[in-house]
């Protein structure tokens, strides 16, 4: 019985200590990456760099609420999705620049029936956007944004 116990504790032990390492290496390789990170970042042409997680959010003037009312006051419901009843969601992705202006607009859902095109076609129509920012310097942030494609019962 003795024996069966110190194996037991002999075990747990060898256990607690994998788990020690294991924590240790982890925090090694973070400290690592966290370095080789702003080494990059301090030699690194940032015109090229699109970031998708900052510290300050690009943001459409007047907020979230102003862009909901602006794609709902220039959106322009296909003919084509109208007849067949499409609705849905388009997805598009763009990227906000240092000064504001939208570039990059790509579609990455569908619809069809030229739904995408009127989401990119209001997506260029948007004012320049409040630049996102890391570590305090306006940086390019990407974007991604769902233009929701509705039909009322009157527009039906």
Same mark, same amino acid.
């Given at each position: !019985?003795?024996?069966l116990?110190?194996?037991l ?9 994998c ?12 400290t690592?990456v966290? #370095? ?17 997680v900052?510290?300050?959010?690009? #943001? ?10 602006f794609?709902?006051?220039?959106? +322009?419901y ?13 997805i ?5 620049? +240092? ?14 029936y030229?739904?995408? #095109?009127?989401?990119?076609? %209001? %997506?260029?129509? !948007?004012?320049?956007w ?5 570590r305090?310097?306006a940086?390019?942030?990407?974007? %991604?944004?769902?233009v ?6 009157? #527009?039906?």
């Amino acid at each position: !019985m003795t024996k069966l116990y110190k194996s037991l504790s002999l075990f747990s032990l060898l256990i607690m200590l994998c788990a020690f390492s294991i924590n240790v290496n982890a925090q090694e390789i973070k400290t690592e990456v966290i #370095e080789v990170l702003s080494e990059i970042d301090d030699g690194v042409d940032d015109t090229l760099l699109v970031f998708s997680v900052v510290e300050d959010e690009a #943001e459409f003037p007047g907020g979230i609420e102003a862009l909901g009312k602006f794609l709902a006051s220039n959106i +322009k419901y296909p003919q084509g999705a109208k007849e067949e009843k499409i609705t849905g969601k388009v997805i598009i992705t763009f990227v906000v620049e +240092k000064d504001g202006s939208i570039n990059e607009i790509k579609i990455l859902r569908d619809i069809g029936y030229g739904c995408a #095109e009127e989401a990119k076609r %209001v %997506v260029k129509l !948007m004012p320049k956007w409040k630049p996102a920012k890391q570590r305090g310097k306006a940086v390019r942030q990407q974007f %991604v944004l769902p233009v929701s494609f509705n039909l009322s019962t009157d #527009e039906e």
